[in-house]
C-alpha cells in the first residue's frame, strides 16, 4: 500500500496507531459489500374504494393490510388512469396507457393508441427486471390483451359455461408468459365468475377442472404463497406481480365472510360515510379543512325510506366479504416471506386499480365475458330488481352507485372518471430494510402507476432500455419513487393528465382542471384548498383554464389520445 508522504506535525495518536497497522502489515478493510437487491411484489385490488380498508378509514376488517400500512408508508396524492385494463397497461409498462396501447379496452382499433394490448413499443416490468437477474411471476387478472370470441351468440355463451372449448383467449403472442414472466397462474379477461373462473390458465396451459370449494382469491393468493417459497430458496431476486379480481363485480364471496358483515350496513349509506370520514381524519389521513366531505351522491333517497334496504345492506356486506378475503390471503403471502427469511427485504406495494364501480352489471345480463349459466347447468340471475340476494355463484350483482360513492369516501365520482374518486388510490409501501422514514407515517409525494417502471429499475440496477428484442421502446413518461422512501418532503409530479371515454384532467401543481365523461365541460379546482373538488373556480381563473387546457391538448396529441379510432 502506497504511503502519501505527510508534513511535518504533531502527529495524533489515532494517525500513529493507523500507520502503525500498515507497517506491521494490516490491511485496510475491504469495501463494504452491496445490500442486496430487493424482492418486489406489487398487490393490486380491483375497484376497491379508496377508504375500503382499514387503514385508509374504513371498517371492513383488513389486519394484514393494516400492518404493511402501520410498519411501512401511506401515500396520499397516488393516482391511477381510471379504470382496469388501462392502469394495468401503464403500471406494467411504465407510460400513460395509451402509449402502451390501450386508451379504451381490450378490443383491437384501427389507432395506435387503441390497439386493446401491449403494443411493440412497450416493455414490461417483467421483461426489464429479467434482463437484472430477476425471477418474474404473475397471479391473477391479465386483462391487457386482445379478446377472442366465438362466432355466434350460442357459441360464445357455452363458451363462457364451460359447456364448449373455444380455442385459446387470447393470442399467445401476448399472454403474461410471452412478456417477461417466468410463471403465470390467473385469467387474461376481466370479468370472471370467482368460483369457477372462465379465460383461467397456468402458463398458456388451460385449467379445464377446479375442486369444488374453488374461490379464486384465495387461489391467487396461495399461488402467490408458493411461488414465493420456490423462489426463496434461490439467491437470486424475484418480482411477483399479484392482480386481485377482488373486489370487482360480481359480487361473488364466500358464506363465513358475508356473515361477518351480516350487520354492519344495515345503517344505510350515510353512517358508514360519516364513520369513515371521521376516521380518516383521526388518522391524519385527510384534514377536514382542506377536504371537506361533500354532500352524499343522490341524496333525495334516504335510508329509512329505501324499498331495497335490505338487498342493499346485503350487497355491501358481500364487497366488504370480498376484500376481508382478499387480505386473508394477502396474510398468507406476509407468512410466507416471514417463513422463508425475505420479508425484510421485500418492497410490497399494495393499491386499487381504480375507485370502487358505480356500474349495475346486473343491467348489462349476459353475454361477451358474462354467462348464464353455471357449469353444471344451474341458471344465472341478473337481478336488475334485486330481486335475487347477492353473494352465491348464481348471481350476477354490484353494489351500484351510492355504495361507490361511500366506498370512495371523502371524494366525488368513481372508476372511470377523473375527479379523485376515479383516479386516487390508496398506495402502501412495505420494506423494512429499504424505508427510511418514520413507520406508519404518510407521503403527499404525488405519484401514479406508471412510477413503478423508473422505481423498480433504480432499486434492481436495471436498465430501461431504447431498445428491446428488434423493437424501439417509448421512454418512460414515470418517476421514481424511491426518494420518497427516504425523504418524507418527496415531491413527485409536477405535472399528471388522463382521458378515457371523454373524462380527462390535466393537473399542474395544485391546480386540476377536469371534465366528467359525456360533458366537455371543463372545471377547476384548486387541490391546495379544496381536494374534493367542491369549488369550481374556472370562472374566476381563465387563464389557469386556457393555460391547463392547452398542457392537455399537448398532452393528448403527443401521448397518442388523438386521434380516437374512427376519426380522422
Request: hydrophobic fraction near 35%; aromatic fraction near 12%; proline fraction near 7%.
Amino acid at each position: 500500500m502506497r504511503i502519501r508522504r505527510k508534513p511535518l506535525a504533531i502527529v495524533s495518536l489515532s494517525a500513529a496507531l493507523a500507520a502503525l497497522a500498515v507497517f506491521a502489515g494490516f490491511r485496510s478493510a475491504p469495501p463494504a459489500a452491496k445490500a442486496p437487491r430487493p424482492n418486489i411484489i406489487v398487490i393490486l385490488a380491483d375497484d376497491l374504494g379508496f377508504s375500503d380498508v382499514g387503514c385508509y378509514g374504513g371498517e371492513i376488517s383488513t389486519p394484514n393490510i393494516d400492518y404493511l400500512a402501520q410498519n411501512g408508508i401511506r401515500y396520499t396524492q397516488f393516482y391511477n388512469t381510471s379504470r382496469c385494463c388501462p392502469t394495468r397497461a401503464s403500471l406494467l409498462t411504465g407510460l400513460y396507457n395509451q402509449q402502451a396501447g390501450i386508451g379504451k379496452m381490450t378490443e383491437l382499433e384501427n389507432q395506435p393508441g387503441y390497439q386493446g394490448h401491449l403494443a411493440e413499443n412497450t416493455v414490461t416490468l417483467a421483461e426489464v427486471l429479467k434482463t437484472a437477474g430477476y425471477r418474474t411471476a404473475m397471479t391473477g387478472k391479465w386483462h391487457v390483451s386482445n379478446t377472442f370470441e366465438q362466432k355466434t351468440r350460442e357459441a360464445q355463451m357455452a363458451w363462457l359455461n364451460h359447456q364448449q372449448e373455444g380455442g385459446d383467449f387470447s393470442p399467445i403472442s401476448q399472454y403474461p408468459v410471452s412478456r417477461g414472466f417466468d410463471k403465470f397462474y390467473g385469467t387474461l379477461w376481466g370479468v370472471i365468475d370467482f368460483f369457477d373462473p372462465f379465460s383461467l390458465v397456468n402458463g398458456v396451459t388451460p385449467v379445464k377442472t377446479l375442486p369444488p370449494d374453488y374461490y379464486h382469491t384465495d387461489a391467487i393468493n396461495d399461488t402467490t404463497a408458493a411461488y414465493i417459497r420456490e423462489f426463496a430458496q434461490s439467491p437470486d431476486p424475484f418480482f411477483i406481480y399479484v392482480a386481485h379480481n377482488a373486489p370487482h363485480w360480481p359480487l361473488h364471496a364466500l358464506p363465513e365472510d358475508i356473515a361477518k358483515y351480516k350487520d354492519t350496513y344495515k345503517g344505510g349509506w350515510d353512517s358508514i360515510r360519516e364513520a369513515r370520514y371521521r376516521k380518516m381524519v383521526q388518522l391524519g389521513l385527510i384534514d377536514p379543512a382542506k377536504t371537506p366531505l361533500p354532500k352524499r351522491w343522490e341524496d333525495e333517497l334516504s335510508w329509512e325510506n329505501n324499498p331495497a334496504k335490505e338487498w342493499d345492506a346485503e350487497a355491501m356486506a358481500v364487497h366488504a366479504a370480498m376484500v376481508d378475503r382478499m387480505d386473508q390471503g394477502i396474510g398468507r403471502i406476509i407468512q410466507a416471506l416471514r417463513e422463508t427469511g425475505q420479508l425484510d427485504n421485500t418492497l410490497i406495494l399494495f393499491l386499487s386499480d381504480n375507485g370502487a364501480s358505480p356500474e349495475d352489471c346486473s343491467a348489462y345480463g349476459p353475454g361477451f365475458d358474462r354467462p348464464d349459466e353455471t357449469r353444471d347447468g344451474r341458471k344465472i340471475a341478473y337481478p336488475t330488481k334485486k330481486e335475487v340476494m347477492p353473494g352465491p355463484q348464481t348471481s350476477f350483482a354490484s353494489i351500484g352507485r351510492r355504495w361507490a360513492n361511500v366506498a370512495n369516501t371523502p371524494y366525488q365520482y368513481w372508476k372511470a372518471e377523473s375527479f379523485e374518486g376515479g383516479i386516487h388510490t390508496p398506495l402502501i409501501a412495505h420494506w423494512p430494510k429499504g424505508v427510511k422514514v418514520k413507520k406508519g407515517s404518510f407521503s403527499a409525494h404525488t405519484g401514479h402507476v406508471m412510477d413503478f417502471m423508473r422505481t423498480f429499475t433504480e432499486l434492481a440496477g436495471a436498465e430501461y432500455p431504447a431498445h428491446f428484442e428488434g423493437r424501439t421502446i417509448t421512454p418512460s413518461t414515470g418517476i421514481s419513487l424511491a426518494p420518497s422512501f427516504r425523504d418524507r418532503k418527496s415531491s413527485g409530479h409536477a405535472t399528471l393528465f388522463n382521458e378515457h371515454f371523454g373524462a380527462r384532467y390535466a393537473r399542474s401543481g395544485n391546480w386540476k382542471l377536469v371534465s366528467a365523461a359525456g360533458d366537455s365541460t371543463w372545471r377547476l379546482f384548486d387541490l391546495a384548498t379544496d381536494k374534493t373538488e367542491l369549488q369550481d373556480v374556472a370562472a374566476a381563473h381563465p387563464d389557469k383554464v386556457r393555460q391547463l387546457d392547452s398542457l392537455w391538448r399537448q398532452w393528448a396529441w403527443s401521448h397518442q389520445v388523438f386521434p380516437k379510432p374512427g376519426r380522422r
